[in-house]
């Protein structure tokens, strides 16, 4: 598993493929909880963001609009590990 401030970088620079694990383990890092799983949906919140942010594999990695989702969340809430 690669540590969580590389994955971060990868997520604020775009650039890759991240492992869907690695991208769930970055989301706990930033504050969010696994509210639930439905199917291949893992939902989760996080308590300065009002929506959930549902997120799936593709194959093994995160999606790609995911990680742009995130991103942005990233920038606009000013996340940070």
Same mark, same amino acid.
């Given at each position: 598993?690669?540590?969580?401030d590389?994955v971060? =970088?990868?997520?604020? +620079?775009?650039?890759g493929?991240i492992?869907?694990? $690695?991208?769930?383990?970055l989301? *706990?890092?930033?504050?969010?909880?696994?509210?639930?799983?439905?199917?291949?949906?893992?939902?989760?919140?996080?308590p =300065?963001i009002?929506? +959930?942010?549902?997120?799936q594999?593709d194959?093994? $990695?995160?999606?790609k609009y995911? *990680?742009k989702?995130?991103?942005d969340?990233?920038k606009?809430?000013?996340l940070t590990?």
């Open positions: 598993m690669v540590k969580a590389a971060l =970088e990868k997520v604020i +620079s775009g650039q493929r492992q869907f694990r $690695d991208f769930e383990k989301l *706990v890092e930033l504050g969010f909880r696994l509210d639930r799983t439905r199917g291949s949906h893992h939902i989760y919140v996080h =300065e009002r929506r +959930s942010f549902p997120v594999p194959g093994s $990695d995160a999606k995911q *990680v989702q995130l991103r969340m990233i606009t809430y000013r590990l």
